[in-house]
């Protein structure tokens, strides 16, 4: 099948690769560009494995094409860290999860970072109550959620913590 050319940003840098019509998202990025923080867990949409931020919204990366990408601002977990304070230091939902043990065998992790991120961009003092809505598409089999939900309230805490230190 012929391939077509797409050209994006991915974690800050421009990437053009030729893909096929049907190439997903995560395989683009897990088999053309070396990132595989992206898990495949369900690839129904589901589980939330897979979960990357395009254009400033959460997106299953299983169940979208590399070609819906064109033009695009993509970020993955692998470009997080690139996002804190400082380069290289942790980014506050990062050390969150790390400080908060909000991960056991840590497969959903990089997904609940990448929706965790998100969500606290969309509401940034969020009640327990809306971290579980807001994180609700994104499936644990290890923790039961209650480390996941404290991760994110110390990430809240943190970035609301850094605002103020910078304003
Ligand atoms: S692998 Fe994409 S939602 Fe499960
Ligand atoms: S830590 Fe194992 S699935 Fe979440």
New binding site residues.
């Given amino acids: 099948m012929g391939k077509k050319l797409v050209t994006l940003k991915l974690n800050g840098k421009t990437v053009e690769k030729a893909v096929e019509a049907r190439t997903l998202l995560?395989h683009f990025l897990r088999e053309d560009c070396a990132l595989t923080g992206a898990?495949?867990?369900?690839?129904?949409?589901?589980?939330?494995?897979?979960t990357v931020d395009i254009d400033g919204q959460s997106v299953?990366?299983?169940?979208h094409l590399a070609l819906q990408c064109e033009g695009a601002e993509v970020l993955t977990v692998e470009g997080l860290a690139g996002l804190g304070a400082q380069p290289g230091v942790l980014h506050a939902v990062q050390e969150g999860f790390y400080k908060e043990h909000g991960l056991q065998c840590g497969f959903c992790t990089p997904g609940m970072l990448m929706r965790a991120y998100r969500f606290l961009q969309e509401n940034p003092n969020p009640s327990e109550a809306q971290i579980r809505a807001g994180m609700a598409g994104n499936l644990c089999r290890c923790t039961g959620y209650q480390n996941i939900v404290k991760a994110v309230q110390y990430a809240a805490a943190k970035l609301q913590q850094t605002e103020k230190v910078a304003a």
């Fill in positions: 995560v898990h495949i867990g369900c690839e129904t949409s589901h589980c939330g494995a897979c299953k990366s299983c169940t």
